[in-house]
C-alpha cells in the first residue's frame, strides 16, 4: 500500500491513541520547521544571487539538489513503509495501543522530516560559509587605509550589510542599523565630562570669570590702552596736526600753565602789557591754532617772545594754544591797544 494512501488511515487510528497523538503533533511541528527553513534558506538564496550574478548562474544549476533530495527522500518512504508493514506482518502484538504499521509509519515520517531538516541546515551552512569567505577574501584585498577606515567608524562591508538591513525601503534606499563610531561616542561622553566641569567652575564654585565678567574686564583693558595711545598721540602732535581742544580737562591745564607763565607779558586776564592784547581780533603771527601753537612752541625771540618747547610737552603747548583762542571775545579789565593784523580766526 503507498504511503500517501496509508496516512489517512493511519492519522485516523493515531488521533485515538495517546502516543499517536504525540507522534502526529511531533510530525505536524518538524513540518513547520521544514517550511521556516525552506523559505531562509530561499531567502539568502535570492540575496546571493543578488550580489553575483556568476554565482547565480551556478546556483541556479544546484538549486534542484534540495527538491531533488526531497523527492529521492520520498522515494525511498515506500521501501520503508514496505519494510514496516512486513513488520506488521511477522509481529501481531500492538506498540503502546498501536499496531506495528502506524506506529512504524509514523516514526518513518519523523525520521524523513529530520532528514530534511539537516539537509536544509547544511545547505545553509555552505552558502553561509561560501559568503563569509568571500566577505573575508574581500576585505582582505582592501586598501589597508580602507580597512583601518572600516575598523575605526565601526562599518560594515558592503557584503555584511544584509546582517544589519532593518528591513525598511524608501523608494530604493534601504535603512540600516549601523553602529555610531567609537570615536564619535568617545566625543560625546567627553562633551558630557566638559560640559559638568564647566558647569562645576563657572555656575557652583565660581572660580573662573563668565563671559560678562571677561568682557567687562576687556573693555577696561581697552580703555587703559586707549588712553594711554592718547596720551602718546598728543605728545606727538605739531603745528601741523594741532587741533583745537575744547574739552574742559584741556582748557583746565592751559590756564594752569597760562596763569604761572604767561600772565607776566599777557596779564592774567589775556589783556596784554609788556606782550600783545589776546582777546581782540588782531594778531601779530597769525590767530589760528596751528600759528598759535607755532609761537609757542618757537617763540619769537627778536620780540621778546621767547620758545617753550623745552619746558613743555607738545600736549602741553596744545591745551595752552587752546586756552589763548578760548580767552578771544572775552572782556579784561585794562585791555591794550590792538596790534599786528585783525584776522577771522
Known amino acids: 500500500m503507498s504511503p500517501v494512501l496509508l496516512l489517512p488511515l493511519l492519522s485516523a487510528d493515531a488521533l485515538h491513541n495517546p502516543l ?12 513547520l520547521i521544514i517550511v521556516l527553513l525552506a523559505y531562509v534558506l530561499n531567502g539568502a538564496a535570492e540575496v546571493y544571487r543578488e550580489k553575483d550574478k556568476a554565482q547565480t548562474q551556478k546556483e541556479s544549476k544546484a538549486s534542484p ?42 516514526v518513518g515520517v519523523i525520521a524523513f522530516e529530520i532528514t530534511i531538516i539537516l539537509t536544509i541546515l547544511f545547505l545553509l551552512q555552505s552558502l553561509l560559509r561560501v559568503e563569509k569567505a568571500a566577505v573575508v577574501a574581500t576585505v582582505a584585498e582592501a586598501p589597508k587605509w580602507k580597512r583601518l577606515w572600516l575598523k575605526v567608524n565601526s562599518l560594515k562591508p558592503l557584503q555584511e550589510e544584509a546582517s544589519i538591513d532593518t528591513g525598511h525601503d524608501y523608494d530604493g534606499i534601504r535603512e ?24 562645576w567652575r563657572y555656575h557652583v564654585s565660581h572660580t573662573a570669570p563668565l563671559s560678562i565678567d571677561e568682557y567687562k574686564e576687556a573693555v577696561a583693558a581697552a580703555e587703559e590702552a586707549k588712553a594711554a595711545y592718547l596720551a602718546k ?3 606727538q602732535v605739531d603745528e601741523n596736526t594741532v587741533k583745537l581742544l575744547t574739552d574742559a580737562p584741556s582748557l583746565d591745564a592751559g590756564k594752569k600753565i597760562f596763569t604761572s607763565t604767561c600772565f607776566a607779558c599777557h596779564g592774567a586776564d589775556g589783556g596784554g602789557g ?31 617772545m621767547k620758545s617753550w618747547k623745552d619746558d613743555y610737552s607738545p ?6 594754544a587752546s ?6 571775545g572775552t572782556k579784561p579789565a585794562a585791555p591794550k591797544e590792538p596790534q599786528g593784523v585783525l584776522t577771522n580766526d
Open 20 to 31: 499517536g497523538i504525540v507522534l502526529t503533533a511531533v510530525i505536524i511541528a518538524l513540518g
Open 65 to 106: 539538489v534540495t527538491p531533488m533530495l526531497i523527492l529521492l527522500l520520498m522515494a525511498a518512504l515506500p521501501s520503508r513503509a514496505a519494510d514496516a508493514q512486513d513488520a506488521a506482518t511477522a509481529v501481531v502484538h500492538t506498540i503502546s495501543g498501536l499496531s506495528p504499521l502506524i506506529y512504524y509509519s509514523l
Open 176 to 199: 540600516l542599523d549601523n553602529r555610531l563610531p567609537g570615536w564619535w561616542l568617545w566625543g560625546f561622553y567627553c562633551c558630557i565630562v566638559f560640559a559638568m566641569v564647566y558647569l
Open 233 to 235: 598721540a598728543a605728545n
Open 274 to 304: 609788556v606782550g600783545p592784547n589776546l582777546t581782540d581780533s588782531y594778531w601779530l603771527h597769525g590767530g589760528d591754532i596751528q600759528s598759535v601753537f607755532k609761537t609757542i612752541k618757537y617763540g619769537w625771540p627778536d620780540k621778546g
Open 315 to 320: 600736549q602741553q603747548i596744545a591745551q595752552l
Open 323 to 328: 586756552y589763548v583762542k578760548s580767552l578771544h
